[in-house]
């Protein structure tokens, strides 16, 4: 859009009103040369003064035949200029159907005293200026599982990986171009707690010409805003981006701009469990070095006849139905987690996660998982009736124990599982063994 400001003074004279100004003129300077010279020195001099008078103050009416659809406008004194507002090279454009507006036309005319006329045209071309970018905005990216809560417009999950696109991008301009020599939009970060995570690209875009319907004219789009950083939901579930976006400006004046900040959202995602407690001391070590504390419980005396393990008064005797501190864990995904993220998608807690022990493996540990049991939701371990617990035999055992998650909150994340194992000590009891 240009506000075209013309101003132009027009002197048109007829050719009535010259010749009466020749005559006056040609009679005054013959009739002074047949007096005095005193006397004609004094006569030119009030003749000269009349006639600059009579042609400086000599009252012209002007008028505009065509002024162009109404564009223009002409004062009294001659001066003509553009109406305000009246001129926009896009609505030229659009008025000329996508064809480039060389020039329109006005006709001026001038009226003397007398009523003789005279008239002439002024071409004007309409040229166009450089605007800056109107707007910078996102396009929404949708999908997601349905169970989720609603979409905004920019995000990814957290454990998305480099390059996944966040959101598209999207610009318009008023500068709609009539010929095909568009221009582009360029875009570029300028800050934000994002600015390390986010890049965009496809990198300019073209703003589309007139007539265009897809993109609409005037508008630029192709370029997204991409991760190129790594992301998690607990440490922030978002981060602000602000973005400018430069127009190539092939008209004066060059390279405007436009400035935005979006919103990018980080979606959270289930992560697996973790067991805390499946070494319970470390007798002055650092974690994970010897000599580890283990679990433990008290061997079952022998039988001479079946059945030869434990027996339920056994087991609740001596302890053996509360092998150590039960298990615990914990979860990335604890709705309790510190820090600057928000309440979590899907519920994982904690109080959700459910124990189990893995299926036995004779390449790990033959029969052992099968002389244990672990409560389901509290974690605790106990030695199982007819469990074959042998001190003399056996001694140190290594249980494999499972955690899953549990959503609580129907989210659409299938529940993980985290593996681990143990040491049991057997403890001997003693005493003659032989029942």
């Not at 020749?22 to 004609?40: E, G, H």
């Not at 996508?98 to 329109?104: A, K, L």
């Not at 897809?214 to 607990?234: K, R």
Request: proline share 4%.
């Amino acid at each position: 859009m240009i506000q075209l400001q013309v101003t132009m003074t027009l002197l048109v004279l007829t050719a009535t009103t010259m010749g009466k100004f020749f005559f006056l003129y040609v009679f005054s300077r013959v009739s002074m040369a047949m007096k005095p010279k005193f006397f004609i020195n004094r006569v030119l001099i009030f003749t000269d003064l009349f006639l600059f008078f009579l042609l400086f103050f000599c009252v012209f009416r002007w008028t505009l035949d065509d002024s162009c659809g109404d564009t223009f406008q002409i004062s009294a004194g001659g001066v003509l200029s553009v109406k305000t507002n009246a001129i926009d090279y896009e609505d030229a454009v659009a008025a000329s159907n996508g064809n480039d507006p060389i020039h329109c036309t006005v006709t001026a005319r001038v009226v003397d005293n007398a009523g003789a006329f005279d008239t002439m045209v002024v071409a004007v071309k309409i040229a166009d200026v450089n605007e800056a970018p109107t707007a910078l905005n996102l396009i929404a990216k949708n999908g997601g599982p349905a169970a989720m809560t609603a979409n905004t417009d920019c995000w990814t999950y957290e454990n998305a990986s480099l390059n996944t696109v966040a959101c598209g991008l999207s610009s318009t301009d008023l500068d709609i171009r009539a010929i095909p020599s568009a221009q582009t939009h360029a875009y570029s970060k300028t800050g934000g707690t994002g600015n390390g995570l986010y890049g965009t690209y496809n990198n300019p875009a073209t703003v589309a010409l007139f007539g265009s319907s897809t993109p609409v004219a005037g508008t630029a789009i192709g370029a997204s805003v991409v991760l190129i950083g790594g992301l998690d939901f607990e440490t922030s579930a978002s981060y602000s981006l602000r973005l400018k976006v430069t127009d190539s400006g092939s008209q004066r004046p060059f390279s405007l701009s436009k400035t935005n900040t979006i919103t990018i959202y980080v979606k959270d995602v289930n992560e697996a469990p973790l067991l805390t407690n499946l070494v319970i001391g470390t007798n002055g070590q650092s974690p994970g070095t010897s000599p580890e504390v283990p679990r433990t419980v008290k061997e079952c005396k022998e039988k001479l006849s079946a059945p030869f393990g434990c027996t339920d008064s056994e087991i609740t005797a001596d302890g053996r139905d509360t092998v150590g501190a039960a298990v615990s864990s914990s979860d990335p995904d604890d709705d309790t987690t510190t820090g600057t993220g928000t309440a979590h998608d899907f519920g994982w807690t904690e109080s959700s996660h459910k124990y189990s022990l893995a299926p036995a493996d004779s390449t790990r540990n033959g029969d052992v998982q099968d002389f244990f049991t672990i409560d389901v939701n509290s974690g605790q371990i106990m030695a199982t009736v007819n469990a074959l617990l042998d001190f003399e035999s056996m001694g140190r055992l290594r249980l494999y124990v499972e955690v899953t998650d549990q959503n609580i909150n129907n989210g659409w994340s299938s529940p993980l599982k985290a593996e681990g194992s143990l040491k049991i000590d057997l403890v001997s009891t003693l005493v003659n063994d032989v029942w």
